[in-house]
């Protein structure tokens, strides 16, 4: 079934949603779809699916990085089409790109614990299912913004939170993140502490950051109305204390979530200049020339 939805993506296919998605840009609006979705966790209340975007060309076991975004909207709200567009233009570069579904409070009434539990899934079956997706699975980035980010940070950083009965044996750790105004510190005074306060320094990626920690990219507006600039700022200065990478790239005058909408364009440049850089994208496009 997999193999299916794998071929059902065509050049021809791949062309026509790339010129959909220009149009959409233009317009405001956000016109890709994935290619398949793909259950990846089995929860009382239904699947939990992955929303996937092939590349067009290649083989399906070719073995290609990956990417798996989590969308935003304070562990209660959102979807995943929040990152569809990124995964449009990574795929268009040669990635597997996907965006995962995981669970919330309005649909599952669930805590952010759940959502991290569900993040650490999600990476879990794509590595131990990569072969059948055509993956690397030692270049398996994941990414999010907001609460997202939080959930994909928590995947490099968190010790605890696992699903009960998983094989941790398979790693959730990504091998690179790239992070849309993550909510990286849970400590008190910070955004939806009382949603975690009885636990919030096991799933706080900031007092949780580990030697192992990969490549990190941080996206931050300087006016963003729920994470402070001293917030990335440290978070970047503990990943660099244990000699790790950490990219930070600030933009004047930008509110949270600006990423998806005035500075769409400069912060997917800039991760496609990142995730270059770590050999996970073929040679540059002209917008990278510039």
Known sequence: MLLTLILMQTPLKRCLALLASAFALGAGLDAAEPDAKITYKEIDSGDLQLHVFYPAEGKPDEARPAIVFFFGGGWVNGTPNQFYRQCEHLASRGMVAMAAEYRIKSKHGTSPKE??????????????????????????????????????????????????????????????LVLFNP????????????????????????????????????????????????????????????????????????????????????????????????????????????
């Not at 980010?149 to 699903?163: E, F, M, S």
Request: contains cysteine.
């Open 115 to 176: 959502s991290v539990m569900d993040a650490k899934s999600a990476i879990r079956w794509v590595r131990s299912h990569a072969k059948e997706l055509g993956i690397d699975p030692q270049r398996l980035a994941a990414g999010g913004g907001s609460a997202g980010g939080h959930l994909a940070a928590a995947t490099a950083t968190l010790p605890h939170l696992n699903q009960p009965g998983e094989d941790l044996s398979v790693s959730c750790l990504p091998d690179a």
């Open 183 to 290: 909510v990286i510190d849970n400590s008190p005074g910070t955004f939806g502490h009382n949603r975690f306060k009885d636990y919030w320094h096991d799933i706080s990626p900031l007092h949780n950051i580990q030697p192992t920690a990969p490549p990190t990219i941080i996206f931050l507006g300087t006016e963003d109305e729920l994470i402070p600039v001293s917030t990335v700022e440290k978070y970047q200065s503990e990943m660099e204390a244990q000699g790790l990478r950490c990219e930070l790239r600030l933009y004047q005058g930008q509110p949270h979530g600006f990423f998806n909408k005035t500075k769409y364009q400069e912060t997917l440049e800039e991760t496609d200049r990142f995730l270059s850089s770590l050999g996970y994208l073929r040679e540059n496009p002209a917008f990278l020339k510039n």
